[in-house]
């Protein structure tokens, strides 16, 4: 438990997943004093009044008392909703994001700031294919990696956001936006865009097969579905956003795929059991960085992070 709050005030644009366990985690762990949340959907506010899980829920964004604002809305929305918000900031005040892609978000907010007002890139790598308030939870964050790409990493801010996302139990590391789209392009956008694929794919052979895709379907082939489940309004931003980071890993996947193809068609053994065990010892480092459980779960686990950050 946190004994003195991080801030005094903090607003949360956007009440979904995201949002609503930043709110969570903020009064389990005492992380700010105050805790108000706005979101346009008026179902969306209704619910979050109804869960009890901040200190006011608010028609319109009024950040004129907030020391930290933190946008949790859909990554095409980012923008448009800092440059709403900005002008009504009290001097001092932090900016903040919780989207999956960085440089995009960084290069057009730069513009809009004044000199009294810091923009601090952040993405708390957490999250699961389910969306909306009833969706959160406190612990969301507990082990998970959140980065920040502040333009000073030593500034007094950057520290503080850091001291921040370190109580709500995340591990946080700074990086260049830039790089950050690149490695978020490798290890999440990319198999997402893998993931929608596949199931469209699915989709077609389930009329071929006669249902039977669905029936026999196997723990790998849930766990896209798992992953092809996520927010699709979110998902198209990030591609759009992101293009170019995806579409240099895509490339580079290609041409893994097509190697892969012509050693299927042409029985060579050798090389897919090169291959083969070369990706099996990723899965073992993933484990022992702690990123993910040994523990078998046959792709029934509810829990399971897909980053699927809103």
Request: hydrophobic share 40%; charged share 25%; with cysteine.
């Amino acid at each position: 438990m946190t004994t003195q709050h991080i801030y005094t005030n903090i607003l949360i644009v956007g009440g979904g997943l995201i949002g609503s366990s930043i709110a969570r985690a903020c009064r389990e762990y005492g992380a700010a004093g105050r805790v108000v949340i706005t979101d346009k959907d008026a179902v969306v506010r209704a619910s979050l009044r109804s869960l009890d899980i901040c200190d006011a829920v608010m028609d319109t964004a009024e950040p004129a008392d907030a020391d930290l604002v933190i946008l949790a809305v859909p990554p095409g929305s980012i923008v448009d909703t800092a440059k709403a918000l900005l002008a009504q900031m009290k001097p001092g005040a932090i900016l903040t994001d919780v989207g999956s892609v960085k440089g995009d978000v960084v290069q057009n907010i730069a513009p809009l700031l004044t000199a009294d007002i810091e923009f601090i890139g952040g993405h708390p790598i957490a999250g699961t294919e389910q969306s909306g308030p009833e969706a959160g939870f406190a612990s969301l964050f507990t082990d998970r990696w959140c980065i920040l790409t502040p333009e000073d990493e030593k500034s007094k801010s950057a520290q503080i956001l850091k001291k921040f996302w370190q109580s709500l139990g995340s591990r946080v590391a700074f990086m260049d936006a830039k790089h950050h789209d690149l490695v978020l392009a490798t290890t999440s956008h990319l198999p997402h865009l893998i993931a929608y694929a596949l199931v469209g794919t699915a989709t077609d052979m389930e009329t071929v097969t006669r249902g039977e895709v669905v029936k026999y379907s196997a723990g790998g082939f849930r766990d896209f579905t798992r992953i092809a489940a996520s927010d699709p309004v979110m998902w198209r931003d990030v591609f759009l956003q992101n293009r170019d980071a995806v579409l240099d890993v895509l490339g580079r996947y290609i041409q893994d795929l097509t190697a892969l193809k012509t050693a299927v068609r042409w029985g060579d053994g050798e090389t897919l059991l090169k291959e083969f065990t070369k990706t099996r010892d990723i899965r073992h480092r993933i484990i022992d960085a702690g990123q993910d459980s040994a523990t078998p779960n046959f792709g029934r686990d509810a829990a399971g992070d897909d980053d699927g950050v809103e």
